[in-house]
């Protein structure tokens, strides 16, 4: 049996990275990643300050756009789409999940 040791960040609102890191680890060009920028996607915690910082929660969305990218064969504008469309699902999913509590509140939701 072998063991494997690895580093394990925790993915919150709490730590940040650069950039250059989200690309690093998501496999996104700088273009690409300036394009999720661009449209609000991933957003700075402070835009006003050089070098620009995201917060760490940011990496599961920039993998979740490459992954987009290479398993549909997308262009930035192409993948920046699905993923804020994914985006909007999951918002209407959980106001749904709510209207349904409150119509229903002696059912558990799910």
Known sequence: MKLTIS????????????????????????????????IGL???????VTPLAFRLSHIVTV???????DDFELDRNGMALALTLLRRIDELQVELGALRALQNPAQPAT
Do not use: F
Not at 9 to 14: I, N
Not at 63 to 69: D, G
């Open 42 to 48: 991933v957003n700075p915690v402070d835009p006003d």
């Open 7 to 38: 580093d394990a960040v925790w993915l919150d609102d709490d730590g940040t990275c650069t950039a250059a890191h989200l690309a690093a680890v998501s496999g996104l060009s700088s273009d690409e990643l300036g394009e999720l920028i661009d």
């Open 63 to 69: 993998i979740e756009a490459r992954r987009l990218r």
